[in-house]
Nanobody, 124 residues
Framework: QVQLVESGGGLVQAGGSLRLSCAAS????????MGWFRQASGNEREFVAA????????YYADSVKGRFTISRDNAKNTVSLQMNSLKFEDTAVYYC?????????????????WGQGTQVTVSS
């Protein structure tokens, strides 16, 4: 069992940056690949970024590639999402999630555990 708690959301102007963090409970955090997803109001939840247990494999959605960076610190049981050059369309609730899939995964159905989400609002 893994419990996930996101933090770092807030209000930022377009072009600004935010860093989201996800703290995981449990001793086996390093066994899980992690992902970030987001859901804008009225839209379905979508993939943002994913990272393997070792950090050696990362995936990004095309919409965030080159602007967002996912990373993890297994010693601290955290996964982070550095978001730069934010756009109005990045406004959403951001969720972190954990999966036992080998490597990394873009697919929501692969993820077993989810955080409660943190709101990111980008003003234009």
């Amino acid at each position: 069992q893994v419990q996930l708690v996101e933090s770092g959301g807030g209000l930022v102007q377009a072009g600004g940056s935010l860093r989201l963090s996800c703290a995981a409970s449990g001793r086996t955090f390093s066994r899980y690949a992690m992902g970030w997803f987001r859901q804008a109001s009225g839209n379905e939840r979508e993939f943002v970024a994913a990272i393997s247990w070792s950090g050696g494999t990362v995936y990004y959605a095309d919409s965030v590639k080159g602007r967002f960076t996912i990373s993890r610190d297994n010693a601290k049981n955290t996964v982070s999402l550095q978001m730069n050059s934010l756009k109005f369309e990045d406004t959403a609730v951001y969720y972190c999630a954990a999966t036992v899939v080998v490597g990394a995964s873009r697919y929501q159905n692969d993820y077993l555990y989810w955080g409660q989400g943190t709101q990111v609002t980008v003003s234009s």
